[in-house]
């Protein structure tokens, strides 16, 4: 299979790409990506000899159009990706998550290619703390960011052109994603490389809102099951019962490097934070027959330190600026 896979530089596509070639090696990927602030081909260095990559725009509809034609399926993962950067100025969330969304859409109608939409649970709002409830695929969406708010504009769109236009394609709405190639402006990696950088963690406000983790190898094992056994039109909800919160995420990290716990401080909350997200993952469970591999959460972050540790050319040049923006904001 010819795959195409946008935002391959990135975080998860980085992962997505090292992924596929061990587990599918008879794949031909090609990457398109930006390389934005994000993006980062140290990321793909190990396997850049066997992959194609393609410095460019989803929104760029010549380029998409040329790299769809001659693909067999699209797996798009190139958004902007930061809810923080979001709100200091949301005007590349709208280009990138809208425009070169429907940039993709357009290009995947036009040479019936199918593709695999990767979202995000944010686009289903909150959840309050004592709430029983999950995240399912008949949750309302109700997106609170201006990141949040345009995957989710993304997400209609691609159903828009499968009930519209019939094209094949499937979505996936996984919850935070965390392990080795992730920018050192998100939470776990941001604390991990504080700390090995001298500097003290910093926790937004109280801390007390919870993510549901999943190890960035289970998304990308459940985005291979979609590929291969979702139904066109579908949304699967990606997760792995994850559930904690910031505080003891943090506390886990500051014991794996050997601080005292109390070794952080607390900073200016985010604006419009959202307290709580959690997924019921059983749709893909039941129908695809999918199950995650990274059961116990702290094997999974203690490896994700040592990464990060073994790393330091990886991260080290982007430290400063990262927290030179967030300094600038209380954060
Ligand atoms: P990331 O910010 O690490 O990577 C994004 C990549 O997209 C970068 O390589 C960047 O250069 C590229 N990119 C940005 N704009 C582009 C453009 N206009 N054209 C081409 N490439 C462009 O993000 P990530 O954390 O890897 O997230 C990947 C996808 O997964 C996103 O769609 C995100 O919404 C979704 N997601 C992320 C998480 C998470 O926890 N990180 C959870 C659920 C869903
Ligand atoms: O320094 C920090 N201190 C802190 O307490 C940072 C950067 C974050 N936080 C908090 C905010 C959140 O409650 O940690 C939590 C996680 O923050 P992020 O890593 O920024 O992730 P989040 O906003 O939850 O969004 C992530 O998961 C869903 C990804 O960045 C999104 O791309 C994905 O859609």
Not at 255 to 260: I, K, N, S, T
Request: proline content about 5%; hydrophobic content about 35%.
């Amino acid at each position: 299979m010819r795959l195409l896979v946008t935002g391959g530089a990135g975080f998860i596509g980085a992962n997505f790409v090292h992924y596929t070639l061990r587990r599918h090696p008879e794949h031909q990927i090609t990457v398109l990506d930006a390389l934005t602030y994000a993006g980062n081909e140290a990321s793909l260095a190990p396997v850049r000899d066997s992959i194609e990559f393609v410095r460019g725009s989803v929104a760029d509809a010549a380029v998409v159009d040329e790299l769809v034609g001659r693909s067999d399926a699209v797996v798009h993962f190139a958004a902007e990706s930061h809810n923080d950067n979001s709100l200091r100025d949301p005007s590349p969330f709208l280009t990138t998550n809208i425009i070169g969304t429907y940039t993709i859409l357009e290009a995947v109608r036009k040479h019936g290619v199918r593709l695999h939409h990767i979202s995000t649970d944010e686009v289903y709002g909150d959840l309050e703390l004592d709430d029983p409830a999950k995240f399912t695929p008949e949750t309302p969406y109700n997106p609170s960011s201006p990141y949040s708010s345009t995957k989710a504009g993304s997400d209609l769109l691609v159903r828009a052109w499968v009930r519209s236009f019939g094209i094949e394609a499937t979505i996936s709405n996984c919850s935070n994603n965390y392990g080795p190639y992730q920018h050192i402006e998100k939470f776990i990696p941001r604390q991990i490389t504080n700390v090995l950088a001298g500097l003290r963690p910093k926790l937004y406000g109280q801390g007390e809102n919870v993510r549901d983790w999943i190890h960035v190898d289970d998304h990308n094992s459940a985005v291979h099951a979609i590929l291969d056994k979702g139904r066109s039109g579908e949304t699967y909800l990606i997760g792995s019962d994850g559930e904690r919160n910031n505080r003891e995420v943090l506390s886990m990290i500051l014991e794996l490097l050997g601080q005292p716990g109390d070794a952080f401080d607390q900073v200016t909350d985010r604006a419009g934070h959202d307290l709580r997200y959690a997924i019921d993952a059983s749709k893909l469970r039941d129908e695809l027959g999918w199950k995650p591999q990274f059961t116990d959460f702290r094997d999974g972050l203690a490896a994700t330190v040592d990464w990060y540790r073994d790393n330091e050319a990886w991260w080290g040049p982007l430290k400063k600026q990262v927290e030179a923006k967030y300094a600038a904001q209380g954060q």
